[in-house]
């Protein structure tokens, strides 16, 4: 089983339209969770942190259950330009020398 | 803004040639690392510093060395490069010596193949 298993998609979804998606992780030691999102041939940027409590920011909302060890993206009113590739990333375990683990990533296209 | 530059966008090398990727960042950041990434795959970490003149391997170091001889300079050599290394490498880096609980920033990447 992958440290860090997505849904490698695509999802194609029409805009406006509201779509969410998770991220299994199979180390319960893991400590801190994100997202990123990758634009086609560009570099990853984070999207946003993942904590207990959730996370939200504007359209975008980050849960975290830690029973079930997944994360997940929901996003809300989708635009065009949210069209990317969103990864998952998992810090492996307590200390500084975990590593942090990228998930395969899941492709999103938002349709007019 | 965080910046962080790699030498290169594109690089063509043939098999068995000494190959240097650079990377520089401007944050004044502890960390650095060295990723690969290919499809299907994800992200793999091939080797991270989290300090002047220290390295850590990552989950595939095997054919892969690398130098951290300034701050805000850490460079990925392969030794004798060989077709399944051709790849896109990307280089990261965050601050806080604790080095995996924080952003990491990536640079453009540099899209290697090797004939």
């Known amino acids: 089983r992958k440290e860090v298993e997505q849904d490698p998609g695509p999802f194609n979804v029409p805009e406006g339209a509201t779509v969410a998606f998770n991220c299994t992780y199979s180390?319960?030691?893991?400590?801190?969770f994100f997202w990123y999102r990758q634009d086609c041939r560009k570099e990853p940027k984070l999207l946003m942190s993942?904590?207990?409590s959730g996370n939200e920011d504007g359209r975008f909302t980050a849960q975290l259950n830690r029973a079930s060890q997944y994360i997940s993206l929901l996003i809300r009113d989708s635009k065009l330009s949210d069209s990317a590739t969103y990864l998952c990333v998992v810090n492996g375990g307590y200390s500084s020398a975990s590593k942090i683990i990228f998930g395969s990533g899941t492709r999103l296209s938002i349709r007019p | 803004d965080v910046k962080v530059t790699q030498s290169s966008r594109y690089l063509v090398k043939r098999t068995g040639e000494k190959v240097f990727l650079e990377c520089v960042q401007d944050m004044d950041h502890e960390n650095m690392f060295w990723y690969r990434q290919d499809p299907g795959l994800g992200l793999r970490l091939i080797y991270f510093?989290?300090?002047?003149?220290?390295?850590e391997k990552g989950d595939i170091p095997e054919g892969y060395s690398v130098s951290r001889e300034k701050k805000e300079r850490f460079s990925l050599i392969l030794e004798s490069a060989s077709t399944n290394q051709t790849s896109m490498y990307l280089c990261?880096?965050?601050?806080?010596?604790?080095?995996?609980?924080?952003?990491?920033?990536f640079g453009p990447g540099t899209r290697l193949t090797v004939l």
């Open positions: 990261a880096s965050s601050e806080s010596g604790t080095g995996f609980a924080d952003t990491q920033y």
């Open positions: 993942v904590y207990s």
């Open positions: 510093s989290y300090d002047v003149k220290m390295k």
């Open positions: 180390n319960s030691a893991s400590q801190s």
